[in-house]
């Protein structure tokens, strides 16, 4: 399992690293950063929690692949 990150949509809300300080980290200002985060085996509720808890929809859970997709 692995989260998709839409930096575009982040607004700086935390409320994902709230739920999950260990898997979203942010920057200075609040912001989650960049790449897509790969979420280790055993913390995939822990990690689903912390998305949807954002309510810009910037953390897409994909359960499809154990590997995030290498970014452009
Ligand atoms: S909860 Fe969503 S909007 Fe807030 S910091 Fe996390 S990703 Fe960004």
């Not at 982040?10 to 999950?20: E, K």
Request: charged share 20%; hydrophobic share 35%.
């Amino acid at each position: 399992m692995h989260i998709i990150v839409h930096n575009a949509k982040c607004h700086g809300h935390a409320r994902c690293w709230s739920q999950a300080p260990e898997i979203f980290k942010l920057d200075d200002d609040g912001y989650i950063l960049p790449g897509n985060i790969n979420v280790a085996a055993g913390n995939e509720s822990y990690a689903s929690r912390g998305a949807r808890s954002c309510p810009e929809r910037a953390l897409e859970i994909n359960r499809s692949s154990d590997t995030a997709p290498v970014m452009a």
